[in-house]
């Protein structure tokens, strides 16, 4: 799927865009979580058709429209034929939260771990390749279309899911919507960036984001 590139930022209000969408998918996914650590079957069944639905179109597959589709914001519902900046980045959030927290027992969803601190933790893994981590992650941040994008995330969640590691799916919902505007994508490049090599304070351990969630 192409994505339009924009290159004008969505304007600002005192509830904007970003945080309408960042409010909406970490409504979700804390629900389906509490769900699904619940052990309830539907949302056993929902996870799986977003699993399955990462490779479609937002809106391409109707078994998942309620989930992507329903109760988003006006301003981030697409008024053409393509799906909107909003409903891609919704679609893709909560498809790879599908992911996440497949066959675990612990939330992977965990308000305030951005996608560089997450990416950090796993590369401080004893089983993990520093370099190999690196290079993944380099290959998410250099990303030349939003489905190529998507896919390298879907690589790194999948690592981060072997190890436990959570992640805040409100906050990667914002990252990937701002991926699509021209004059955010640096900002948000630059704050992997910072997350992924910031050195934690002397006096505490590295950061371990395996327990906790955000309810």
């Known amino acids: 799927m192409t994505v339009p590139t924009k290159n004008v930022e969505p304007a600002k209000a005192q509830h904007s865009p970003r945080d309408a969408l960042r409010d909406h998918v970490g409504r979700r996914v804390a629900e389906f979580q509490r769900q699904y650590l619940a052990q309830l079957p539907h949302a056993t069944a929902t996870l799986a058709r977003l699993r399955r639905a990462l490779s479609t179109e937002p809106g391409g597959d109707p078994s998942v429209w309620e989930v992507t589709l329903g109760d988003l914001d006006r301003r981030l519902v697409g008024r053409g034929d393509e799906p909107s900046p909003g409903e891609r980045a919704v679609h ?38 520093a370099q190999a981590v690196g290079r993944r992650f380099h290959a998410l941040g250099t990303s030349q279309s939003f489905d190529e994008a998507a896919h390298h995330a879907r ?32 900002r948000v490049r630059r ?22 969630a955000d309810q």
């Open 155 to 186: 690589g790194i969640v999948t690592q981060l899911r072997s190890h436990a590691i959570a992640l805040d799916y409100g906050r990667l919902a914002v990252d990937l919507y701002d991926l699509q505007f021209l004059n955010c994508a640096d």
């Open 92 to 129: 893709v959030a909560l498809c790879l939260f599908a992911i996440h927290q497949q066959s675990q027992r612990i939330d992977m969803h965990k308000a305030g771990v951005g996608l560089g601190s997450a990416v950090r933790s796993l590369a401080g893994r004893e089983a993990t390749s």
């Open 191 to 212: 704050q992997w960036g910072r997350d992924y090599y910031r050195t934690p304070p002397t006096n505490q351990p590295a950061a371990d984001h395996t327990n906790g």
